[in-house]
């Protein structure tokens, strides 16, 4: 597995497997990996000739300095991970390398909406911090796919925005993984660590959160999408929860809030627990009727 710090020295070896006709995957990562990054690794490898995987703890994503300052760091074990899954190429920047002018003045990035809901409107700034890190990386990296999380769903939707305003040569397509959760039903991150047992156990309360609203769509309950997200918030605070940033049903496409449960929606979650902000989220889909 070849080590890169470089953009110089990670485009020559882009180069060299460009001019095979190579297809790269390009997973982008924070580090402190566990499984869920590494089923994109998996998935990478499956559909591409050579598989890129970037560690970089972006500073300018993080709206709250001390969560910047308390990411977790483990690149030792990290490297030996990738290398045992296979990964080709990692490119582990230093700061210097991706803001060579500093963190100032940075680019704005048209977001919209997407910018105003939910993750946008409680992190402010987040998604310019990733637009800028992402968009960068991708010129550095020039993937002919892209390996994200659906766990991060509104990131996933922000980066598609990003690929369809910006061209980017050859033409890059975002590939949306399922969430790895634990065997408890805890949705795998590298924030989990800041988790005690106890914690983890009460941050369950996401995962049952889901389950009743998959009971509350099978029992047809006639319920407004806003009494549903004060429940579910109900229930996060009696499990343990510090606070609920946001329970939002909203549309998979646009992220704008849903009233009708009939429709494909999805259920997006954030929350603290131990002073640790967790995501989640869930897509319900709307099943046709039988022979439609
Ligand atoms: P991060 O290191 O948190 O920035 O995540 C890097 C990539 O891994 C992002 O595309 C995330 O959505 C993805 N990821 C994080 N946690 C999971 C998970 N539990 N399952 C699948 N993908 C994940």
């Known amino acids: 597995m070849k080590i890169f710090e470089t953009k110089q020295a990670l485009q020559d070896f882009i180069d060299e497997h460009r001019s095979k006709n190579d297809l790269i995957g390009f997973v982008p990562?924070?580090?402190?990996?566990?499984?869920?990054h590494l089923s994109l690794i998996e998935k990478s490898k499956?559909?591409?000739?050579?598989?890129?995987?970037?560690?970089?703890i972006n500073p300018t994503q993080f709206n709250d300095p001390k969560d910047f300052e308390k990411y977790p760091k483990t690149i030792k074990e990290d490297l030996q991970k990738l290398e045992l899954a296979g990964c080709e190429a990692v490119f582990l920047p230093p700061v210097s390398e991706?803001?060579?002018?500093?963190?100032?003045?940075?680019?704005?990035?048209?977001?919209?909406?997407?910018?105003?809901?939910?993750?946008?409107a409680h992190r402010p700034g987040h998604f310019q911090g990733v637009c800028v890190i992402v968009h960068r990386l991708l010129e550095a990296v020039r993937p002919d796919l892209l390996f994200m999380g659906s766990k991060d769903f509104q990131q996933v939707a922000v980066i598609?925005?990003?690929?369809?305003?910006?061209s980017f040569k050859p033409t890059i397509e975002l590939i949306s993984c399922e969430t790895v959760r634990e065997t408890s039903g805890l949705a795998?991150?590298?924030?989990?660590?800041?988790?005690?047992?106890?914690?983890?156990?009460?941050?369950?309360?996401?995962?049952?959160?889901?389950?009743?609203?998959?009971?509350?769509?099978?029992?047809?309950?006639?319920?407004?999408?806003?009494?549903?997200?004060r429940q579910f918030a109900q229930q996060l605070l009696d499990a343990g929860f510090e606070s609920v940033d946001y329970i939002a049903f909203a549309d998979p496409e646009s992220l704008e809030p849903i009233?009708?449960?009939?429709?494909?929606?999805?259920?997006?979650?954030?929350?603290?627990?131990?002073?640790?902000?967790?995501?989640?989220?869930?897509?319900?889909?709307?099943?046709?009727?039988?022979?439609v």
Request: aromatic letters at 8%; a negative charge; glycine letters at 8%.
């Open 188 to 229: 795998m991150s590298s924030r989990n660590v800041r988790l005690s047992p106890e914690q983890k156990i009460q941050a369950l309360a996401i995962y049952h959160g889901f389950d009743k609203i998959q009971k509350a769509i099978q029992e047809q309950i006639t319920c407004s999408t806003k009494e549903l997200e």
């Open 29 to 36: 990562t924070m580090g402190a990996l566990h499984e869920g």
């Open 259 to 291: 009233s009708d449960l009939s429709q494909t929606f999805v259920v997006l979650v954030a929350a603290f627990i131990g002073g640790v902000r967790l995501i989640d989220n869930q897509l319900f889909y709307h099943e046709l009727p039988k022979g």
């Open 160 to 166: 598609r925005q990003l690929l369809a305003q910006y």
């Open 46 to 56: 499956e559909q591409s000739a050579v598989t890129v995987c970037s560690i970089f």
């Open 98 to 120: 991706m803001y060579p002018e500093g963190m100032h003045q940075l680019p704005h990035y048209p977001l919209g909406r997407l910018e105003e809901l939910w993750e946008g």
